[in-house]
């Protein structure tokens, strides 16, 4: 993505173009101190390019934060994550069920695996459900 401001850099080419005509003209005693001017309206232009774009993507943050939306490549959670605990989840629910069963039979094995199925449900669909607005007047 160029975004290069078209008068800023045809106005630093214009500079540079003065830059050059000066040294020919001065001589290279002065040749240190106008490269360090011509430099330092470089830093300038890229400070104010940069300074842009830091305002741009932070606005845009403010508003897809406003929105209610996360920007792209934010996730919450990784592929390693989504999975990652739905694999410990049926790992654990071994010797969970075994305990359920020893301690309550079928019916602490129905607990056991409800509890199973709804905490892997919480975790898919968490930051994904409408959140309650707690600010209204009743």
Same mark, same amino acid.
């Given at each position: 993505?160029? @975004? !290069?401001?078209?008068?800023? @850099?045809?106005?630093?080419?214009?500079? =540079?173009? +003065? /830059?050059?005509?000066?040294?020919?003209?001065?001589?290279?005693?002065?040749e +240190?101190?106008?490269?360090?001017?011509?430099? %330092?309206?470089?830093?300038?232009? =890229?400070?104010? /390019?940069?300074?842009?774009q830091?305002? !741009?993507? *932070?606005?845009?943050?403010?508003?897809?934060?406003?929105? $209610?939306?996360?920007?792209?490549?934010?996730? &919450?959670? $990784?592929? $390693?994550?989504?999975?990652?605990? %739905?694999?410990?989840? #049926? &790992?654990?629910?071994?010797? #969970?069920?075994?305990?359920?069963?020893?301690? +309550?039979?079928?019916? %602490? *094995?129905?607990?056991?695996?409800? %509890?199973? &199925? $709804?905490?892997?449900f &919480?975790?898919?669909?968490?930051?994904? =459900?409408?959140?309650?607005?707690?600010?209204?007047?009743?």
């Amino acid at each position: 993505m160029d @975004t !290069r401001d078209p008068d800023r @850099t045809a106005e630093l080419k214009s500079e =540079l173009d +003065a /830059t050059l005509h000066a040294r020919r003209e001065l001589g290279t005693e002065y040749e +240190a101190a106008l490269i360090e001017s011509f430099l %330092g309206k470089v830093e300038q232009s =890229l400070d104010t /390019t940069v300074e842009r774009q830091v305002r !741009r993507r *932070l606005a845009e943050q403010q508003v897809a934060s406003a929105r $209610g939306v996360r920007p792209p490549g934010s996730g &919450v959670e $990784g592929f $390693g994550e989504r999975y990652g605990f %739905g694999i410990i989840s #049926l &790992v654990l629910a071994i010797p #969970l069920s075994a305990i359920a069963v020893s301690q +309550a039979n079928l019916e %602490g *094995l129905i607990v056991a695996w409800l %509890g199973i &199925v $709804g905490v892997n449900f &919480v975790h898919a669909f968490r930051g994904r =459900l409408p959140r309650r607005d707690d600010t209204q007047d009743f």
